[in-house]
């Protein structure tokens, strides 16, 4: 039982915490420059140091990359190899502590975590490409997002359908977030088309809050309603009993 604590919480901490530890890595590993400035590239998480220190490039070799390697390869082939030698075997008392990554999955869809993490590092290693100059980024970024969301659309791997329809609203939500910001939110934009893009991206993000919300207030009353009826009914079974007796 505490292994499989132990891996359910490990499960938990890679889903949540991966894509934030590449981007970390990846900015630590990226060197940036000042325009029209002679002065030599630094470091783009850390613009104090120089990407010629001596004690950077041992670090950087010796640890930073090495750990990139660990987050972003060796973790999701891993798993991806766990579960495809245990496809027919997904319920099994060994893989419950995966059981994030493919309980919600249909049975021959059992490898969709490991594609929606692989999404999450692509744009966790182009999040520094975003914040800077140069259109590469954005649209692999937006190309990446929009390929996803088709898939989800049309394959629908998730058993339960209002899955499927959410992962599709966030990834066209998170490409509308990412236009907005690039091509609206910009201090060139006059002040009318900046207004307009900041109030528009606030309301639809706002439906998107209050749609899920909704959804999982909804989801509670359900529940509670199922755990009240559930109450009753055994107490009613259980005065039947004794009046029989």
Known sequence: IASKFIIVGFTYIILSNQPSIVNNLALFLSCSTLKDIDYPPFIASHPSYS????????FSGSIVL?????????????????????RFNLRSKKLQGLGPLHSQLKEKYYYWG???????????????????????????????????QNCVATW??????????????????????IIVARY??????????YTIG????????AIFL?????????GAGLQAIGFIEGKIMKRNLKRGNNLVV
């Open 114 to 148: 490991i594609v929606l993490m692989v999404l999450k590092l692509v744009l966790a290693f182009l999040a520094y490409g975003l914040e800077h100059e140069g259109e590469i980024p954005v649209f692999v970024s937006l190309t990446a997002l929009w390929i996803y």
């Open 210 to 218: 209050i749609f899920v919300l909704t959804k999982i207030i909804a």
């Open 184 to 193: 609206l939110l910009t201090p060139s934009n006059h002040s009318v088309i």
């Open 198 to 205: 900041l109030v528009v991206a606030i309301i639809f993000n």
């Open 66 to 86: 090495p750990n990139l390697v660990f987050w972003s390869l060796f973790i999701p082939i891993t798993i991806l190899i766990v579960l495809y030698f245990n």
């Open 51 to 58: 990407c010629a220190n001596e004690r950077y490039l041992f």
């Open 156 to 177: 629908k791997p998730y058993k339960i359908a209002f899955f499927n329809k959410f992962e599709t609203v966030l990834m066209n939500l998170m490409i509308f977030n």
